[in-house]
């Protein structure tokens, strides 16, 4: 009995250790777990859930995602086109999706508000889907999007469809891809369904639920320091191995890049010929990224990803062309929003998020403003042409952004310790009671803001390792100026380990931890702030 008593004590040790991690962690917006709106699809790899509702919070953004009964993130009964309506079909990602923005400030309803301020019968279906590249939007197109009797087809490709074209899978789940579209098709004299425009006849396999541990803080810690070997390559000259999503910046095409071209050409001639027998234009607007837009996320991008590649060696805008070659080739209209854009960065506008490297709400503003002019009134009928100046609703003041919660955690701490302070030492005048607080509290927010700001300028590979040694030195500095008194500490916890008292160690090493802690602060003022930062 008396042994099973010591195990328990030391599972319950171990188990209110985990836990502590993993609410500390939790604290930290970079691993704190996130609701998905995918699921499992046999068909595409993965699909929004339909009637779902997903809040999505992080430093710069507070969003919620809503789905309609068709799993898109559109109004309710979407598929339903009414009549006399000009509808317009978005395909595209996580951009198209609107990933970081309320569906009020996203480019696609911000068009269809334009659109209808000018007096036309117009109504644009969002399918944009996180994480999907073109040729899962295209076959959702080819399933699903045609029974939506679309007028004007709108593809969004963005970079990194190129290389997740010519892949098998993404993350834990599988996708599908269509045949290289070099392949001719001709087996044994007859001619099969792979050929270039159609899909790959392959079955998904449904990879079953995520690993419980995969949706906790301390997994997703864990999994930064796990990269498979498989998604990156070699370059001369680099001081790393490159992710190999970023291939297609690269102006010396990487030999393993060849068939995620041809894959993904072969995706939009599957489109393309849909679009053809359907009688339905089709037209290519490529999403520029935001080092090909604002030029301080270019020299970011090279002093990070890039390091020691010169830089005459790659492009931002070699994806965007490359997305414009195969349109040509195709014969697909395009759309280049690329010079608009750069005038209004020019002007001061910050167009992406800075985390989230999507668009802000005044980012979608400015693309769908770009994307409305060039669109013109080519592709609308007589009976839908514009009887009236259109206007774009002004995105929601600050959204994206959020209004900072720091000042806020700061003042009601301020205010409560100061309080506190001044009643425990009444001799202190009240001023310096709360000069001293609001110093101490000053130190502690300068070192989680500035910290996670300085943490943030570094590959995200070697972030986690930056802040994995900042709190191992700061432990290490607490071990050493605790000295004998870990003795002490670690023979309590061996007394009451061995005396089986396995239901008071949550109390034990609670009260042991906190009192070390706070002794070490108590005797060294200048690592004293590191130590609150750590409560």
């Known amino acids: 009995m008396r042994a099973l008593n010591v195990l328990l004590s030391v599972l319950v040790s171990l188990v209110l250790g985990v836990c502590v991690f993993e609410l500390g962690l939790r604290l930290v917006p970079a691993f704190r777990p996130q609701k998905t709106i995918n699921q499992f699809d046999p068909r595409l790899g993965w699909s ?92 959702w197109f ?5 029974k939506y009797q679309p007028d004007l087809v709108l593809i969004f490709p963005y970079d990194n469809d190129i290389y997740w074209c010519g892949q098998d899978h993404y993350q834990r789940y599988p996708k599908p891809r269509f045949v290289p579209d070099d392949e001719s098709g001709w087996k044994g004299g007859a001619v099969t369904v792979d050929v270039g ?27 930064l320091f796990h990269h498979s070997p498989e998604d990156y390559f ?24 060849a068939d995620a071209l041809s894959r993904t050409k072969s995706a939009l001639r599957g489109l393309q010929t849909e679009c053809d027998n359907l009688k339905v234009p089709l037209v290519m607007a490529p999403i520029p990224s935001e080092m090909a837009i604002q030029p301080d996320e270019r020299a970011k991008f090279q002093d990070h990803t890039f390091a020691g590649i010169d830089p005459s060696r790659w492009s931002p805008d070699r994806p965007f062309e490359l997305f414009l070659g195969m349109a040509k080739d195709l014969g ?3 759309v280049d929003v690329r010079p ?28 769908a403003q770009a994307l409305v ?92 390792i930056i802040l994995l040694l900042f709190l191992v030195g700061v432990l290490g500095f607490v071990a050493f100026k605790l000295g004998r008194r870990l003795g002490t500490i670690v023979e309590l916890l061996k007394a009451f380990t061995l ?37």
Not at 49 to 78: C, H, M, Q, Y
Not at 142 to 146: P, R, T
Not at 441 to 452: D, E, M, P, R, S
């Open 373 to 464: 002019a060039q669109l013109g009134d080519t592709w609308f009928p007589p009976d839908h042409a514009a009887v009236a100046e259109g206007h774009f609703d002004a995105p929601a003041e600050g959204q994206g952004k959020g209004l900072p919660r720091w000042p806020f955690v700061f003042g009601a701490l301020w205010l409560v310790l100061g309080w506190a302070y001044g009643r425990t030492y009444p001799d202190e005048s009240a001023g310096l009671a709360f000069l001293k607080v609001g110093a101490l509290l000053a130190t502690i927010f300068a070192i989680v803001l500035g910290g996670g700001a300085l943490v943030a300028l570094v590959p995200p590979a070697i972030a986690p």
């Open 332 to 334: 697909i209209p395009t």
């Open 48 to 139: 929004k859930k339909p009637s779902d509702v997903v809040r999505r919070r992080t430093p710069e953004l507070d969003i919620t995602f809503r789905t309609n009964a068709e799993g898109l993130r559109d109004d309710p009964g979407a598929m339903k086109k009414p009549a006399g309506t000009f509808r317009v079909m978005a395909l595209g990602d996580s951009f198209v999706l609107g990933y970081t923005v309320d569906r009020e400030d996203l480019f696609v309803d911000q068009m269809e508000t334009y659109w209808k301020a000018q007096g036309r019968k117009v109504d644009v279906i969002n399918s944009g889907t996180e994480g999907w590249s073109t040729d899962q939007e295209v076959l």
């Open 197 to 223: 425009g159609s899909p790959e006849q392959r079955k998904l396999e449904d990879p079953g639920p995520q690993p419980w541990w995969k949706d906790t803080a301390i997994g997703k810690f864990l999994s």
């Open 234 to 257: 070699r370059v001369d000259g680099a001081k790393r191995p490159i992710f190999k999503e970023f291939a297609p910046l690269l102006n010396e095409q990487p030999d393993f890049l």
């Open 499 to 535: 005396r089986g008292h396995w239901y008071l160690m949550p109390l034990v090493v609670v009260l042991l931890t906190i009192g070390s802690l706070l002794v070490v602060a108590a005797t060294s003022p200048l690592i004293a702030p590191f130590i609150y930062t750590l409560f």
């Open 340 to 367: 608009a854009l750069r005038e209004h960065v020019k002007e001061g506008e910050r167009l992406y998020f800075d985390k989230e490297w999507h668009f802000t709400p005044l980012g979608n503003e400015r693309f």
């Open 142 to 146: 080819l399933e699903d999007g045609v």
